[in-house]
């Protein structure tokens, strides 16, 4: 594997950073986790946006522009045209003779940017299959400004783990009565209404602390009727389909909460065409060709 470090591509087992690093130490830190296709990046602009806005909220002093051309050079020279690309921008190491613990800096430092990048799969292959997944519902114990990307993923792990104890592929976070998210993605929600139709819901970026996702930024653009408000946990109950988006995961469906099955326990058709309109737009986006797709395979978490 080629990484990219500071300024320089080398193999992962010559990358060398201090272990003074705040980045390490204190969690000191922003990251982006992007896609490519065809070894283009998909999204690009929204992803450096929300970079350019953590390293702004952290008073990281380092530059977003740069990083569309970053993660397509890192997936060429790792020849994976379809890969995730992980990008961690920290506030670096303190210089020789300052204090390495201050909470404030001990004067200037350089940011640390590193970035790796792994295989994925192709665009025919994410939009041939549906990812479905049960999940546990766990308190969210994070901090408040869930906006940010912080490296700081704690609060996720133990959140994940605690779902993992319970025999679940993943956590929906619950601040209180309020659905957060999941611990890697957004959440949207098909609720029933009296007249038979279905509203999408998605919570609401002001209602509580959660990440901006870039996938759930393009698929309320993709499609308007998806609502952004405070969305109830007792709603999973009555949810005809729970979904998460995010970068990997693309449209997921959630199966089971709890140990108990959302509607028939199956994919239904607001998550398969959701997934169908992320998909086109990528192949849009990109200038993917649109070959014959056979139907869409169902993929057990």
Known sequence: ????????????????????????????????????????????????????????????DADADSLEGLCEELARKNDLPDAFIYVQYTRGAPLPGAEPRSRIPDGPTRPTVFAMCVEQGSIDQCGSQIQTLRVQVCEDQRWLNGRIKSISLLGNIMAALEGHAAGADEALLARGPLLAEATSSNVILALPRADGSTELVTPSLDSVPILAGVTRARLLELEPAI???????????????????????????????????????????EALRLLELYINDIRRELALPDPARPPVRVAHG
Do not use: Q, W
């Open 227 to 269: 609502v952004e408000r405070a969305v109830g946990v007792d709603e999973l109950a009555s949810a005809s389909e729970v979904m998460v988006c995010g970068t990997t995961s693309f449209v997921s469906v959630v199966t089971h909460v709890d140990g108990r099955p959302v509607g028939d326990g199956v994919p239904g058709p």
């Open 1 to 60: 594997m080629i990484v990219y470090l500071n300024g320089e591509f080398v193999p992962v087992e010559e990358a060398r950073i201090s272990v003074l690093d705040r980045g390490f130490l204190f969690g000191d830190g922003v990251y982006e986790g992007l896609r490519t296709f065809a070894g283009r990046v998909y999204c690009g602009p929204k992803h450096v946006e929300r970079l350019a806005r953590g390293l702004a909220a952290t008073g990281i």
